[in-house]
T-cell receptor, first 111, second 114 residues
Framework: SQQGEEDPQALSIQEGENATMNCSYK?????LQWYRQNSGRGLVHLIL?????REKHSGRLRVTLDTSKKSSSLLITASRAADTASYFC???????????FGTGTRLTVIP | NAGVTQTPKFQVLKTGQSMTLQCAQD?????MYWYRQDPGMGLRLIYY???????DKGEVPNGYNVSRLNKREFSLRLESAAPSQTSVYFC?????????????FGDGTRLSIL
């Protein structure tokens, strides 16, 4: 499979704590994207990191990319109940025409 | 400010029935996509349309057909539904197929085939 894999599959934290989720993939990439999916809704794009970038920030989000380990992490700081959702990584793989989505991390933020 | 609109939101079919899922976007995007989402599998690409007038197979095209009716609309057809096609179907669009373009998703069609 060309899909990435997120780890952990599920994560439960208290409001105000930081949440970290990881994505591993198998092939070389042009970029990696993170998406959020609220229950019963479509995916929403959060952030894109290119293969030549190592870290990127957007508000409370911090994404890192290690191409040597073929992995990425998404950190959400000072989490809020509204951050409760599933988070997916998607890889734009070199030589492929499609985005390949991972299996997702289900984040629950307890108020 | 609708974005990507999918109809219907829910549908139950019997094995062998046919159905067309509709998708429309109002963002003047060139590229459109159909995915299916199954538990534990992530999203898998069924078909995509890089631009008006073109369609191409994705990762799991068997059992499906698509039509890019115009720049706004991209439909997915199941000619003879099978229980294995029970899934949540998402339509998405992007400015272009260039790799740095984010995709914008509709809220999905939940399809059950009995």
């Amino acid at each position: 499979s060309q899909q990435g894999e997120e780890d952990p599959q599920a994560l439960s934290i208290q409001e105000g704590e930081n949440a970290t989720m990881n994505c591993s993939y198998k092939t070389s990439i042009n970029n990696l994207q993170w998406y959020r999916q609220n229950s019963g809704r479509g995916l929403v794009h959060l952030i894109l990191i290119r293969s030549n970038e190592r870290e990127k920030h957007s508000g409370r989000l911090r994404v890192t990319l290690d191409t040597s380990k073929k992995s990425s992490s998404l950190l959400i700081t000072a989490s809020r109940a509204a951050d409760t959702a599933s988070y997916f990584c998607a890889t734009d793989q070199t030589g492929a025409n499609n985005l390949f989505f991972g299996t997702g991390t289900r984040l629950t933020v307890i108020p | 400010n609708a974005g990507v609109t999918q109809t219907p939101k829910f549908q139950v079919l019997k094995t062998g029935q046919s159905m067309t899922l509709q998708c429309a976007q109002d963002m003047n995007h060139n590229s459109m996509y159909w995915y299916r989402q199954d538990p534990g599998m992530g999203l898998r690409l069924i078909y995509y349309s890089a631009s008006e007038g073109t369609t191409d197979k994705g990762e799991v095209p068997n059992g499906y057909n698509v039509s890019r009716l115009n720049k706004r609309e991209f439909s997915l057809r199941l000619e003879s539904a099978a229980p294995s096609q029970t899934s949540v179907y998402f339509c998405a669009s992007s400015v272009s197929r260039r790799s740095n373009q984010p995709q914008h998703f509709g809220d999905g069609t939940r399809l059950s085939i009995l």
